[in-house]
């Protein structure tokens, strides 16, 4: 690691253990993804796009962008991290995604991750878009 990679990264780590304090001072010391959807509730749209979306590039990716690219690696992954591709998934549906472009994303990636993987993070999508998602907006952008 470059130092100055090392010094974006280790400032990125403070931001980030900051915000987690100021969401709920018990994940100050967070160490187990267990649990992580009660902790972190859904982040409304203007503050994914202050922290995930503009900060970092403000000429680059949005945050419905990133958080579908999110949902992409997951996936790839294996769609191991089942807690934390619920958030994401949560998430994007926040920043504007639709219920067919999360799908259409993770469909995509069985070409790199492999049909086990693609299947398990849609049956994980599923259960957001059945049970904990919120209302993903209309095709036509209709609410």
């Known amino acids: 690691m470059t130092s100055d990679f090392a010094k974006i990264f280790e400032a990125f780590m403070e931001q980030s253990q900051e915000m987690a304090k100021a969401f709920n001072p018990a994940m100050a010391n967070y160490a187990k993804a267990s649990g992580l959807e009660d902790l972190m509730p859904t982040l409304s749209q203007s503050f994914m796009e ?3 979306g503009k900060t970092l590039n403000p000429e680059g990716l949005d945050s419905k962008t990133r958080l579908l690219l999110n949902i992409a690696a997951m996936t790839v992954l294996g769609a191991q991290a089942e807690p934390q591709l619920k958030l994401t998934i949560r998430h994007a549906l ?21 049909t086990p993987a693609m299947t398990k993070a849609l049956q994980i999508a599923q259960s957001v878009f059945t049970d904990g998602g919120e209302a993903a907006p209309a095709e036509d952008g209709s609410q």
């Open 50 to 52: 202050m922290a995930f």
């Open 94 to 114: 926040e920043a504007g995604a639709s219920e067919r472009e999360i799908a259409e994303v993770i469909l995509q990636m069985s070409m790199f991750g492999g």
